[in-house]
């Protein structure tokens, strides 16, 4: 079977094994069901996924043009301390900012390579601890803007990283940490202003198990700006990448904007 279409982030369910699903042209991809077969993935062309021309893609599904652009990848979203919403001040389009900033946020502690801090929307829970592919994560505020989330971030940081060693949360080398314990250490490392919203009581810890059957001890990465095709077994899904027998791995979310066409064998 051929399928073709213009790559975007997999879409998951939350269950017991996380389910991947990816959108085609006429179809809709259960990644999970692939896991043991022989695909190719074959680079077409570059469609951006915000004004739709076939421009080569600069950043997260962009143009060049549509980056500098676009409200939806303001330098807020990578760093939510820069957020102004709340203060009535635009960066690009005051009413899609007040749309997203002005909502609940997340602030978590999570384990997908090793203790890492992070912010997210509270509709994204448990969305983006999986797209991280994190084993386990726990809320430990809940701000209701996203600058008071991102500045309680940037106290963290000071302690731990937010980043996730992505080679190892492949090669699932993952540190073992007791997310509660390390929660009991925060609030006294706030700033004041976001103490009022540490979530004191909350011990719902979520884990997660992926769809993988192998997982790779060297990792290749493939980059459609480099090579035109990924071939081979496909071994599992974690995170956002597609895991090949061959140790190659393919971040989709990285991209988005790739228009290819996938072999299934």
């Not at 890492?116 to 601890?129: A, D, I, L, N, S």
């Not at 929660?183 to 979520?206: A, G, R, V």
Request: proline letters at 3%; aromatic letters at 10%.
């Amino acid at each position: 079977m051929i399928y073709q279409g213009l790559l975007k982030k997999m879409k998951t369910d939350y269950k017991s094994c996380i389910s991947y699903f990816l959108e085609m042209e006429n179809d809709v991809l259960h990644v999970n069901q692939l896991v043991g077969k022989s695909l190719k993935i074959s680079f077409l062309s570059h469609q951006c996924t915000n004004c739709g021309k076939a421009k080569k893609i600069f950043r997260q599904g962009n143009c060049y043009d549509c980056f500098y652009a676009n409200a939806q990848v303001g330098d807020w979203v990578m760093r939510p301390e820069l957020s102004t919403a709340h203060l009535g001040i635009e960066d690009r389009d005051l009413d899609y900012e007040k749309s997203v900033q002005l909502k609940p946020h997340i602030v978590y502690l999570a384990v997908s390579s090793n203790l890492k801090v992070g912010v997210t929307r509270k509709t994204q829970v448990p969305t983006r601890w999986i797209d991280q592919g994190a084993s386990k994560a726990i809320a430990i505020l809940e701000t209701p803007n996203r600058y008071l989330a991102g500045i309680a971030e940037v106290a963290l940081k000071e302690y731990m990283s937010d980043k996730t060693s992505w080679q190892k949360m492949l090669k699932n080398d993952i540190a073992d940490i007791d997310l509660l314990a390390e929660k009991s250490k925060i609030k006294d490392l706030l700033p004041e202003e976001t103490k009022p919203y540490f979530l004191d009581d909350n011990t719902e810890l979520y884990n997660f198990e992926y769809p993988v059957t192998e997982y790779p001890t060297k990792i290749k990465s493939v980059n459609f700006d480099k090579v035109s095709e990924v071939e081979g077994v496909l071994k599992g899904v974690k995170g956002q990448y597609l895991i090949f027998e061959n140790g190659q791995v393919l971040n989709v979310r990285n991209h988005e904007g790739f228009v290819v066409s996938i072999t299934v064998n």
